[in-house]
Nanobody
């Protein structure tokens, strides 16, 4: 079994910073990518940032220059440093990973339970 556990959400004022962490645990053979999605009330879940094992990184345009994603492959952990937070960043943030549990098996999608980020005016 594979589990993703997020931490670091909370309440912050506009312009503040938060750092999210997500650790993958369990029977893990390889991780292709790790990233973050978010879902605001009444809106669809959207990709925020993702980091591939080969080094490629994607960000949604609205967070470029403010958010930084990084991975610690030795710890199977992904981080999201969020600076200059805006009220529109308020959402539930979900960790996502594409993981293979056996050496020659397929990759599967895994999701964390989510962590809430609230940015006040």
């Amino acid at each position: 079994q594979v589990q993703l556990v997020e931490s670091g959400g909370g309440l912050v004022q506009t312009g503040g910073s938060l750092r999210l962490s997500c650790a993958a645990s369990g029977s893990i053979s390889a991780i292709n990518l790790m990233g973050w999605y978010r879902q605001a009330p009444g809106k669809q879940r959207e990709l925020v940032a993702r980091a591939f094992s080969g080094g490629i990184i994607d960000y949604v345009d609205s967070v470029k220059g403010r958010f930084t994603i990084s991975r610690d492959n030795a710890k199977n952990t992904v981080y999201l440093q969020m600076n200059s937070l805006k009220t529109e960043d308020t959402a539930d943030y979900y960790c996502h990973a594409v993981i293979r549990v056996t050496q020659s098996g397929p990759f599967f999608n895994y999701w964390g339970p989510g962590t809430q980020v609230t940015v006040s005016p």
